[in-house]
């Protein structure tokens, strides 16, 4: 997807009281854009906000916690 999420995602956090991010994403690269935009936006933000990331497998398994 061309579309950068960040600034978006970086309105969301600056606007709310946002505790945490936890993202899903599934193993194929093109979820990798969706990962760097929520770090571009927690930076971005100027919050520091504790964030985690869950990579799901193509056949749904959990490949990292």
């Not at 709310?16 to 770090?39: D, Q």
């Not at 100027?46 to 959990?62: E, R």
Request: proline share 5%.
């Amino acid at each position: 997807d061309p579309v950068d999420y960040s600034e978006k995602l970086t309105a969301i956090l600056k606007n709310h009281n946002i505790k945490s991010v936890t993202l899903v994403r599934m193993e194929v690269p093109c979820c990798g854009g969706l990962e760097n935009a929520a770090k571009k936006a927690i930076q971005d933000s100027g919050k520091f906000l504790p964030w985690q990331v869950h990579t799901i497998s193509i056949d749904g398994k959990i490949l990292e916690a």
